[in-house]
């Protein structure tokens, strides 16, 4: 079957992608606004985009309207964020951050999350999980409906118990993933593989 993009409407198209594109990382997206209210949302378009330095990114959607949900409209005026790693211990808390909450409302308390200052950027970290990238925003890409923010990571926060000589135990990071619809996924099978080498002949 050949699906052409361009024969269907959008929200096909969308749902093809969400449908692929699995298993998604999840970043749990802290930020603040003028008055300092923490704004919290977990997105799925996540991933790693260079190591040196180091930068990860995210698109966040727009409104129906075409209108800057709070997080967008927030890291650009700030130029900061932070982002989580979901994890098992946290996801149902984090899902309920995904409320259509007014601006003046932190999502956080309605979650029963707790902020904690973070250490090179304004915006505060979440007490409960297990891994924090504070950010200061590296570039804003606009993509239609969808805005991508590049940020270049300035500090690490990794609960002690996941570090071990500087890797991270996936085990008890007990990471989630987006799948498509309402589902999601948690780690499973784990195996290792070898990469080739070219050798002459």
Excluded: W
């Excluded at 998604?24 to 977990?42: D, L, M, W, Y």
């Excluded at 890409?141 to 690490?156: A, N, R």
């Amino acid at each position: 079957m050949i699906i052409k993009m361009n024969e269907q409407t959008p929200h096909d198209n969308y749902k093809l992608l969400i449908g692929s594109v699995v298993p998604r990382p999840v970043a749990f997206v802290t930020s603040i606004n003028a008055e300092g209210i923490v704004n919290a949302a977990p997105f799925s378009f996540f991933n790693i985009v260079n190591d040196n330095p180091p930068m990860i990114m995210f698109s966040c959607g727009r409104h129906a309207d075409g209108t800057l949900k709070d997080t967008a409209r927030n890291i650009l005026a700030n130029q900061e964020f932070v982002a989580h790693i979901t994890d098992e211990d946290n996801i149902e808390a984090i899902n309920h951050t995904s409320i259509n909450a007014p601006e003046s409302v932190s999502e956080l308390g309605l979650a029963g999350l707790t902020a904690v200052p973070g250490t090179m950027v304004a915006v505060p970290r979440v007490q409960e999980c297990p891994v924090a990238m504070e950010c200061r925003l590296a570039q804003h890409v606009p993509l239609g409906h969808f805005d991508v923010f590049i940020g270049e990571v300035l500090s690490f926060y990794v609960r002690d118990d996941l570090i071990q000589n500087g890797r991270i135990d996936i085990g008890k990071l007990k990471p989630v993933s987006r799948l498509a619809g309402l589902s999601y996924s948690a780690i499973g099978r784990i195996f290792d593989l070898e990469r080739p080498v070219y050798e002459e002949r």
